[in-house]
């Protein structure tokens, strides 16, 4: 029984999302939402959001701008973040957000995963596994809720329990291909399996 307990405990430790941390900036005169963002390896949308900024426009030298600062369960470059983000736009744009987040988690446990290659870019350029890659199709900036999923799916959150795979049912281009991975989760429009 305490052996069960230990292992409950320890999946539990392992599955719970990462809490976001933070420090903050304060604006000079002449800084851009955009700069900012970018020099902390964020996205202007994601940041702007993050600290309820209705106009990033009207940005003032003196603003104090919350900074999210996690912990991450794999390496990547500010590229491979933003790179993640688009994927994500592309896969899952009108997806709820715990779809959004799960399409990311599924790229970070293929780089986790022995299986597949070792970095994000790997991972989304290997040939035939992502159709907006393949088709060319990622968006130049990503949407706000991209750039959130990216961030909580580096930090560890997975609400596929380790889906190495997704799709989408309706529309999937080898139904009997889908058909020999086991579904482990449903969200939104995609199936998540392994």
Do not use: C
């Amino acid at each position: 029984m305490v052996i069960i307990t230990w292992v409950l405990m320890i999946l539990l430790a392992l599955s719970y999302p990462a809490k976001v941390s933070e420090h903050y900036y304060i604006v000079q005169p002449g800084d851009t939402l955009s700069e900012i963002a970018h020099r902390y390896g964020l996205g202007w949308h994601y940041l702007a959001d993050f600290n309820d900024l209705e106009n990033p426009s009207l940005l003032r030298p003196g603003t104090r701008l919350r900074i999210p600062a996690r912990k991450y369960v794999i390496k990547f470059t500010p590229e491979e973040r933003e790179l993640l983000a688009k994927v994500i736009h592309a896969e899952a744009r009108g997806e709820p957000l715990e779809g959004q987040i799960a399409v990311g988690a599924v790229i970070i446990n293929r780089v986790k995963s022995e299986k597949f290659p070792n970095t994000i870019t790997e991972v989304v350029y290997q040939r035939g596994q992502f159709t907006p890659v393949e088709r060319n199709l990622l968006p130049n900036e990503p949407q706000a809720s991209a750039w959130e999923a990216a961030e909580r799916a580096l930090a560890g959150e997975d609400p596929t329990g380790g889906a190495l795979f997704f799709y989408n049912p309706t529309i999937s281009e080898n139904p009997e291909y889908w058909k020999t991975r086991p579904v482990i989760k449903k969200i939104g429009n995609h199936n998540f399996a392994i």
